[in-house]
């Protein structure tokens, strides 16, 4: 029985939250708003700062116009009545006309009021008019200003003397005006960018979010696969590798599974067959007892195979494990190993395939005899298999060749046919089990546990280019490293 081996809270899936402002969607809302308010205050410093000197301006202007007209009378002094409506109708407490070398008060109150402050319309720094701005608006409405600047285009200056509860209170309404409008233009802004994003962003997201979902709830089912959406911005193309993603894991859960069924029935099989191949085991142990020459001829290799299959029978299951058995590595003199390979082969003659073993005598390779039979066996099997279903172009011969060459501490094996060569969707999967197959039908187990015996051994095996059509396999293994203490005894006398 196979165990769960998810955590106790991995049922518990994260689910998207469906609160409008927890969601992106709100989010987005309220930031649109906030930056835009945020702008709109920006934007406010500066124009507050210059409607209080156009409206500072404005009242030097009105002022000026009745001041240049009384100024016109010389010598003649306002009666108090007038003075006191030409003030009032200003909204002022004195108008005074300067001059490089007279001075002319055109209307005051009966008694002149102390100063809290004076304001030079003609020369101000954005700085300063923004200080003097938030200085009214926020401590003004009570006190006293005295306000001048130039009188038109001559060379006189006009001053006034006024309160600044005016101003304040035009500052007042400006500043109201300014908010209200800033916030429609806040919601209008953020609610047309809401909208622009929800539709790019939001709804893509959340058809991912919907989709990683269903696919985390039922990964088996093809209906649960992403549809690829189309596009080249960044949503589109993290759409189309979460879809490839998808598909890839639903392929590789249903090979997972292929396996774990692959893995039960064999070992029902496993079971079996060991008992059978024991019993033949015995049987074939009494053969060497028989005198007829052809029976002692063949009965070594007879037992040689079907103890290899009783080999196997023990480790067939090692492809489902972590990993293969550590070889139990020794010298062995290869050509004699190729040859059993040849033998249990039992190639046809009439198939037209030869077998050729270049490899000499002395060739020996550091490795686990009955692991690199495998390797090789396979490897050779498939050779054989390839010429069996197809014929070789050009009319060449068909043949499979296995060659040895030993070059310093690494033997190079190289098993090569005149065969049709691996299809390029087998070359994609080369050494993947149930992908790297070269025929219909093929499991492609065998390069796969080809590779896995290699690399145990330390070595590498790989699919060789050749010029000619065909396969051609080169498999390279290198002697283990002999140990500092076992080389100075035998460097003993």
């Not at 991912?208 to 193309?237: K, Y």
């Not at 077998?355 to 054989?384: G, K, P, T, W």
């Not at 498999?475 to 100075?488: G, N, S, W």
Request: proline share 5%.
């Amino acid at each position: 029985m196979v165990e769960d081996a998810r955590p106790a809270n991995a049922s518990a899936k994260p689910r998207a939250a469906v609160g409008f402002l927890r969601g992106l969607s709100g989010k987005l809302l309220l930031l649109t708003v906030a930056f835009v308010m945020l702008a709109e205050v920006l934007i406010f410093v500066p124009s507050v700062a210059n409607m209080r000197i156009r409206w500072l301006q404005d009242r030097l202007n009105t002022v000026a116009a009745a001041a240049v007209a009384v100024d016109g009378l010389q010598n003649v002094e306002l009666p108090r009545a007038v003075q006191r409506d030409t003030l009032m109708a200003t909204g002022t407490k004195a108008i005074v006309i300067r001059r490089k070398d007279a001075s002319r008060m055109i209307a005051s109150v009966d008694m002149p009021p102390a100063i809290d402050g004076e304001y030079d319309i003609a020369n101000f720094t954005p700085v300063g008019a923004i200080r003097d701005a938030f200085d009214t608006l926020l401590f003004g409405g009570s006190r006293i200003v005295r306000v001048y600047g130039p009188l038109g285009e001559s060379d006189a200056t006009i001053e006034l003397v006024m309160k600044d509860a005016g101003l304040r209170k035009a500052m007042l309404v400006y500043s109201r005006n300014v908010f209200l409008l800033s916030i429609v233009i806040s919601l209008i802004t953020a609610a047309l960018i809401f909208l622009a994003i929800n539709r790019m962003l939001i709804v893509p997201i959340r058809r991912m979010t919907a989709s990683m979902q269903e696919f985390a709830d039922e990964p088996s089912n093809p209906e649960r696969l992403l549809v690829s959406p189309q596009g080249r911005d960044e949503l589109a193309v993290a759409g189309q590798h979460l879809a490839s993603m998808q598909r890839e894991l639903q392929k590789t859960l249903k090979q997972q599974k292929s396996l774990a069924e692959l893995g039960l029935a064999v070992s029902k099989i496993n079971h079996d067959m060991r008992n059978i191949l024991s019993s033949a085991q015995l049987i074939s142990d009494r053969l060497a007892d028989v005198d007829d020459p052809v029976v002692k001829r063949f009965a070594p290799t007879l037992l040689r195979t079907i103890d290899r299959a009783v080999g196997y029978t023990q480790e067939v299951l090692s492809y489902g494990r972590t990993a293969e058995a550590e070889p139990h590595r020794r010298f062995v003199a290869l050509r004699p190993l190729v040859e059993d390979v040849a033998e249990l082969l039992a190639i046809d003659r009439q198939s037209g395939i030869d077998f050729e073993i270049q490899i000499r005598d002395d060739v020996v390779v550091d490795a686990d005899s009955e692991q690199l039979f495998r390797v090789v066996h396979n490897l050779c099997r498939n050779a054989v298999q390839a010429l069996t279903q197809h014929e070789p172009e050009d009319g060449r011969a068909k043949m499979v060749s296995v060659s040895a060459i030993r070059t310093g501490s690494v033997v190079a094996i190289s098993v090569d046919d005149t065969g049709p060569g691996m299809p390029a969707k087998a070359r994609e999967n080369l050494f993947a089990a149930f992908r790297g197959s070269a025929r219909s039908g093929g499991t492609g187990l065998g390069l796969a546990i080809a590779r896995e015996l290699v690399l145990a051994h330390g070595g590498t095996i790989a699919l060789v280019e050749k010029p000619t059509p065909g396969t051609l396999f080169r498999i390279e293994l290198p002697d283990r490293p002999v140990p500092l203490d076992a080389f100075r005894s035998k460097a003993r006398p």
